[in-house]
Structures are given as C-alpha cells and as structure tokens.
C-alpha cells in the first residue's frame, strides 16, 4: 500500500471512509469530492479490510458503531497491514475512548457531529508532506541505546527495533531534536499533527503514555520526563 499525495490536493489521494450511518457517510464524501480527493465509502470494518489489500489507500475516515466489529478492531486490523493516518470519527468522547484510540494507532480522533470543515482541514495536515532537509535523514541518538533514523522511519533501543506509528514517531523525534529542552503539548500537537485544537494536551498525554511504555518495554525506562505545568523533556 502506498501513500499519495503531497498534500492531498493536487494528487487526488484516496481516502476510505469507513461508517455504518449512510447520511454521514455520504456526506464526508461529498465534502472530500468538493475538496478534489478521491472518496470511497463502506458500511463495515470487514468491507474496509478488503478494500485495503485490493487498493492504494493515502487515509481512512473511520467511524464508530460498526456492524461487523468495534472501530478499534478494524482500527488493529488497519495499523497491521499500512502506516497510513487513520480518523476515529465517533460519538464516544471519553478520554479512556481516545487513549485507546490513540493506542491502537490513530492519528487524530473527532467527535460526532463533526464539522466538514474542521475535518477537512485536519485531513490537509495530516495528508501534508513537507519535503525533509539533508539532516532529517541522519541518525538520531538519545539516552538508555535509543536511536531513530528518520529515512526508513525506525526506531531502535539497543539495535532492537522499536515498533511506532508515524505520530509515535513524530512526538519522539521532536523531542529527541530537542534533547534537554521542555517541549510543549501545544508545540508537539503543531509540529506532529500539523494543528493546535482544545484536545490537544489529550492527544499528546496519550502518545507519551504509549510511547513511555513501548521504550520500557524495549528496556529504555525514564527516558520521557513530565514537567509539571509545562510539557516534556529529554535529558
């Protein structure tokens, strides 16, 4: 599976859209349609799987209440087959719904009814692509073995590869480029996701906790400090 696009305009990625209401469903198409993306729409989890093993996929609009499965079963199901941004677009809005979301490897998550323009324009940033200088393809080194290399996307603690999303990816090598600075949840919700919204904090606090847990489990522990009241840090 590929990822097209540079921005998701001009190249006319397609985008999945997968939701069990068919008046939502439709309309996120016609709004994708008027933005000049290519739109396709299924009713279930076990019909979007299908439709990624036969087709180039750039992003999947992911809606809840699925007949077939729960949206974070299709959302497991997704992540094992592509690294493409995935948006939980449902009416759950507790912060145990979201960090399950954001665990499971989504990148953005919105609430039910959603506002087309706001979707719209958080699919820009995460559909954006902004052509990496000569540096960014260098080897960054942190403490406890870790090292990322952004040309292939990998992370490793101790040469042992590190499994991350692209926006797990993103928090950690922001805040390795900023080693021993405190990084901000605005910032990191800017530069990662490419926007600052009211969920920001959320969003981050929910990356750090799985990322804090995936280097621990890698056998790199503390290596993501919390500052109280202002954001995180690397030493």
């Given at each position: 599976m590929t990822l097209m696009g540079?921005?998701?305009?001009?190249?006319?990625?397609?985008?999945?859209?997968?939701?069990?209401?068919?008046?939502?469903?439709?309309?996120?198409?016609?709004?994708?349609?008027?933005s000049g993306w290519v739109g396709r729409g299924v009713p279930s989890g076990?019909?979007?799987?299908?439709?990624?093993?036969?087709d180039s996929v750039a992003l999947v609009i992911l809606g809840a209440t699925l007949p077939d499965s729960s949206?974070?079963?299709?959302?497991?199901?997704?992540?094992a087959r592509a690294a493409i941004p995935v948006v939980v677009m449902t009416a759950a809005a507790s912060l145990d719904d979201?960090?399950?979301?954001?665990?499971?490897?989504?990148?953005?998550?919105?609430?039910?009814?959603?506002e087309m323009v706001e979707l719209q324009r958080r699919l820009r940033a995460l559909l954006r692509r902004v052509p990496p200088s000569p540096e960014a393809y260098e080897a960054i080194t942190g403490p406890a073995g870790l090292e990322l290399?952004?040309?292939?996307?990998?992370?490793?603690?101790?040469?042992?590869?590190?499994?991350?999303?692209?926006?797990?990816?993103?928090?950690?090598?922001?805040?390795?480029?900023?080693?021993?600075?405190v990084v901000t949840p605005d910032e990191i919700s800017r530069t990662v996701w490419g926007y600052e919204t009211l969920g920001s904090r959320n969003f981050v606090e929910a990356h750090i906790s799985r990322l804090r847990a995936k280097l621990s489990g890698h056998g790199a522990h503390d290596v993501i400090a919390t500052v109280r009241g202002m954001g995180?840090?690397?030493?």
């Open positions: 540079s921005d998701g305009t001009g190249d006319r990625a397609r985008i999945l859209v997968v939701d069990d209401d068919e008046p939502t469903r439709l309309a996120v198409l016609a709004m994708l349609s008027e076990e019909r979007a799987v299908e439709v990624l093993e036969q949206e974070l079963d299709t959302l497991r199901q997704i992540r979201r960090v399950a979301a954001f665990d499971l490897g989504a990148d953005d998550y919105l609430v039910k009814p959603v290399r952004p040309q292939v996307q990998e992370a490793t603690v101790s040469g042992r590869p590190v499994p991350l999303t692209p926006r797990e990816f993103g928090v950690l090598s922001l805040l390795l480029q900023r080693r021993g600075a995180y840090r690397i030493r």
